[in-house]
């Protein structure tokens, strides 16, 4: 139930945001009633028609009711440019404001992981974990589950263009793939969607409303409470202090704390409680009290370069009037309006002899103009490309012992010189796709980067001018074992050094998998959450 006055008594678990990975962790850890569960959302709740209509995304992000509204620092590589930096500031965190695209990522991904000395985490491992959170409408295979919370659907009425976008794939020499998240992932198809009855089907729809909210008595979920503080008695997490309508406020927990504010906010939390590394909590006036240098390090993120296209039919959603769009929405659920608008795409190889593929693309049939903050008043359609294993490393840093404060940003991106040359030989392969025939009945002229961009030196300069994060920052809190000296929390997400503390969102990715972040966000609350419930 949803709380608004002070809460009283100590609980056995609080968790700390309830985005993707806390609703699940409120959803399995509440199943039994004997466990007393504290949700503590800084957002507000997700009761804006813009959280549920599929295409509202366009409308959450870059709005302060529901984005963090955070900013990197200017980017040394990107020509010193300040990117915006969209995570989602509401229940149901940034699944109530993303795209909606189901993608697991690769098995090779995971068994990385566990190469990495992360027992557990290898595709085997973590392939019933997806299968238990998933409610695929297609039905049960030996890759996708059925029954589960997350509800996985094809798209209603995706447009036309996209199978020109297929059939132009085949002509450069690439395969259809129907399934990304089956036995493998290369080829372009349609993305499968979070989705439910034509409807956004969030984290919180998925774990929290439905299971908690309405059946349980035993979880308290209270929303725009800034948690502010944990509180540790040696090294042991023993509640958290927070701000939640101009009151102070303290909660005390009896068996453990669960950071689950993801890839910004959860290292910022530890450094603002003292825990991380230690010279830099003294520069901003923080006495630190547990030294742990890896915390705010290990930053990564997928970096977008936009192929914009002008279209010479009005075979796209430039054109889309906003009205009759919601109307047909209201209607039938219908047309532009159940869109992810990143309706299909692909996983290529940038080269050959290369073991999975490296980049991906997301074909949108629309003109996406500085992800969305620039209008152009022309129909077009954009091809997304970015590189999916980037090794640039950034950091999140504390602006100032003041939690109010947005952190400092350094997402370092295109540090390593392997991470441009890759994005450029993806620009290369989805410029050949968009030249291919089939496109010619569409087909005007190119936007971005522009006929006179043709060198690989040109297309360079134009990335470190325009490219964009693709929202995937992961990291931040990295798993490892205890001889990493940069890993924050061990193979079932605790804390190294501390008791009763523990961090479970995609800031514990040691590496970025090769796809959306989202469903490997659930799946990882999912595991842990197993781990925390074994006798």
């Known amino acids: 139930m949803s709380e608004t006055t002070p809460i009283e008594g100590e609980f056995d678990y609080i968790i700390v945001g309830a985005g993707s990975a806390g609703c699940v962790l409120a959803n399995r850890l509440s199943a039994d009633p004997d466990q007393r569960v504290l949700l503590l959302e800084a957002g507000g709740m997700d009761d804006w028609i813009w959280f549920h209509i599929p295409v509202g995304y366009l409308f959450a992000i870059g709005n302060p009711r529901s984005d963090w509204m955070f900013r ?3 980017e040394e590589g990107l020509n010193g440019r300040s990117l915006a930096y969209p995570r989602g500031k509401v229940i149901g965190g940034s699944s109530a404001i993303n795209a909606m695209i189901y993608m697991r990522g690769q098995a090779a991904d995971y068994d990385h992981w566990r190469q990495l000395g992360l027992a557990g985490w290898g595709w085997d491992d973590v392939l019933p974990f997806f299968k238990k959170a998933e409610h695929n409408e297609r039905g049960p295979s030996e890759y996708h589950g059925s029954g589960g919370p997350l509800n996985v659907a094809d798209q209603v009425s995706p447009l036309q263009i996209n199978e020109a976008f297929f059939h132009a794939s085949s002509e450069a020499g690439h395969k259809r793939n129907d399934d990304f998240n089956g036995a493998v992932q290369d080829g372009v198809g349609y993305f499968q969607v979070t989705q439910k009855d034509r409807q956004r089907w969030s984290a919180a729809s998925a774990y929290l409303h439905p299971a908690v909210e309405r059946n349980r008595n035993n979880v308290h979920i209270v929303s725009n409470a800034l948690v502010e503080r944990i509180i540790l008695d040696q090294d042991r997490a023993m509640g958290v202090r927070y701000v939640v309508d101009g009151r102070d406020e303290v909660a005390r927990c009896s068996r453990e704390i ?4 993801g890839a910004v906010n959860s290292p910022q939390l530890l450094m603002l409680s003292g825990i991380g590394p230690a010279d830099h909590l003294k520069s901003v006036g923080i006495r630190p009290l547990h030294d742990l240098p890896g915390v705010g390090g290990n930053l ?27 109307y047909r929405y209201w209607k039938d659920k219908k047309g532009p309006g159940t869109s992810p608008i990143a309706e299909s795409g692909g996983f290529l190889r940038s080269q050959p002899g290369l073991g999975a593929p490296d980049i991906q693309f997301h074909f949108l049939p629309v003109l996406v103009v500085d992800h969305g ?15 999916l294993r980037p090794e640039s490393r950034g950091t999140i840093r504390l602006r ?24 450029i030989r993806g620009v290369k392969i989805g410029r050949d796709i968009l030249a291919q025939t089939e496109f010619d009945p569409y087909r005007a002229d190119e936007f971005q980067p522009g006929a006179a961009v043709k060198t690989d030196a040109e297309i360079e300069q134009w990335i470190r001018a325009k490219c964009e994060t693709e929202y995937h920052p992961v990291g931040t809190c990295k798993m490892g074992p205890v001889n990493d000296p940069m890993a924050v929390v061990d193979h079932r997400c605790r804390v190294h050094g501390l008791q009763g503390l523990r961090v479970v969102d995609a800031s514990v990715m040691p590496t970025l998998v090769g796809g959306n972040t989202n469903a490997p966000t659930i799946m990882i609350a999912e595991r842990v959450a197993a781990f925390m419930q074994e006798p």
């Open 373 to 387: 903050r620039t209008r152009i008043k022309k129909n077009g359609y954009s091809l997304h490309v970015c590189t």
């Open 400 to 423: 100032s012992a003041d939690p109010k404060d947005h952190p400092l940003i350094d997402a370092n991106y295109l540090a390593e010189r392997r991470d441009l040359d890759t994005l």
């Open 72 to 74: 990197t620092e200017p």
């Open 300 to 326: 990564q993120d997928h970096l977008d370069a936009s192929l914009l296209q002008f279209c010479k039919t009005r075979d796209t959603y430039d054109s889309a009037n906003k009205l009759v769009s919601l």
């Open 258 to 261: 669960i950071l689950a504010g």
